[in-house]
């Protein structure tokens, strides 16, 4: 029953319509606040288009997604955001949610807001 969920939400998150977008990113609330589902790599590939082009019709769903990520793994969703660095819109998201990770995370992401080519 997941797959077939996270088959949907995919299909919103690709669509180029900004409604279908952001229900795509709310469906996915529900998930990560479920710590019985685990599958937090799916998570992170559907929404790397989003985080890297991150239209301001999406931006507060896409903030909600990650902070809520942010919140539930932080190490994982903090590498995540360093690997999508070199984008513009992942600075902004970072920025926008950084008090949602631990101190010593914060550091890390605001050393690589600075320099995104930083190798942590």
């Known amino acids: 029953a997941a797959a077939s969920f996270l ?3 995919d299909g919103w998150l690709k669509s180029s319509s900004f409604h279908e977008q952001r229900l795509g990113l709310r469906a996915l609330l529900p998930l990560i606040k479920d710590n019985s589902f685990d ?3 799916v998570l992170f590939r559907l929404l790397n288009p989003l985080v890297r082009v991150a239209p301001s019709m999406i931006r507060p769903d896409l903030l909600l997604v990650t902070e809520s990520i942010a919140k539930r ?3 994982e969703c903090a590498y995540f955001l360093r690997q999508n660095m070199i984008s513009p819109d992942t600075a902004w998201i970072t920025r926008q ?3 949602s990770f631990p101190a010593e995370i914060q550091k890390g992401l605001r050393e690589a807001i600075k320099d995104p080519n930083l190798q942590i």
């Open 97 to 99: 949610i950084l008090a």
């Open 7 to 9: 088959s949907i939400i």
């Open 39 to 41: 599958n937090l790599p």
């Open 73 to 75: 793994s932080p190490k």
